[in-house]
DNA sequence: AGTTTTCTAACGAACGTCCGTTATTGTAAC
DNA sequence: GTTACAATAACGGACGTTCGTTAGAAAACT
């Protein structure tokens, strides 16, 4: 039991590298079984297919990041204080907290079984967002729906660029991103 | 060779389609060559592989909306109506100059000869930004690389979530960025 | 306690399918 | 009749998946 769900935990994370590293279809099963330390058919006994283990992947890491920013909410005071809160555990955990949310950035192949439910959760983490900058006061001309775009895009698009030892830290990048729009958009007070 | 060059020319629109579709792997030869009206051997005639297949979409993307960003840069004065005008051009190309820029947007797999060339023709392209951005008087504690690359994360982004007839014109959605931007950071006069 | 049965976790081998690619042949135009 | 282009047919290999089997642990029964 224990040692099973141990296995399988690991076979998610070893899944997870490779999709991100390779992308869904150049991450073969023969691929994942080697970096797992196992053979391709005992991947089966896990998983019931590889479309089910890229599901599975999915839902691991929204559930993670999920958690993660909801922690990192507590007892934050303040909309942007929120905001910019909410952004460092979301580049945190992107950037520095594992494979997981890489992976959950690749494209998804359509022809992929549970493609939907993987849509469905990112939608369902993304409206943290949402709220967010709902709470937000702006001036009225002030479009929320495309500032949210437009923060979730330049966050999302960091994997494709940030190195460690590199780029700047998670958290100083949420800072720059949130004061680069903060204060034109905030109201005077 | 007008015939020849025709061909090719909508041999590299139907890959492209498929590329952007499908992604690399799953968009295969069978498939391009079936949505173009031939034979999938046909193509070696004009490409001699894959890999060759998706560089010439990328040289192809790359060198029209380098143009088409140019052209657009022309005759405008001032520092932040140019960066505007490039934003306009740039998700203008992106998201309604065809199939050909979104192709450029999905993962090349690490086994694709010609990746390393890849990357180099969308830094080169990137770089106009890079000099638009180094033109804006900024206070000195605004760190120009992550403007950048913010910009073009939220430029980029754009092709996973807008859909025609749906989200705001791409010249709407440059003028919202950058208007988020610009008052904030602009020096005082 | 000892025996029988069931479950866990993995194995090697194979299946049918699809892949990118090639050698060869056909055909239309100049 | 050569050249430019496209079609036929096939190749070797990799793919995801399924199969039958097995060693060992756990559980159930006597």
Redesign the interface.
Known sequence: MTNSNNRRQQLLEVAATCFY??????ASMRLIAEQAGMRTASIYYHFESKDALLVAVHEEALHRIQEAVNAALMDVKGEWNRLEAACAAHLEMLLTGGTFFKAVM??V???VEGRELIFKLRDDYERIFADLIADLELSPE??RG??R??????????FT?WRPHEG?APAV?AF??VT??????DLPA
């Open positions: 590293r390779e992308g869904y279809d150049a690749r494209h192949p359509s022809a002030t479009d495309t500032l775009l437009m923060l979730l895009g330049a966050m999302n698009w960091t660029w700047p990048l720059r991103f680069n729009l903060r204060s034109c958009l």
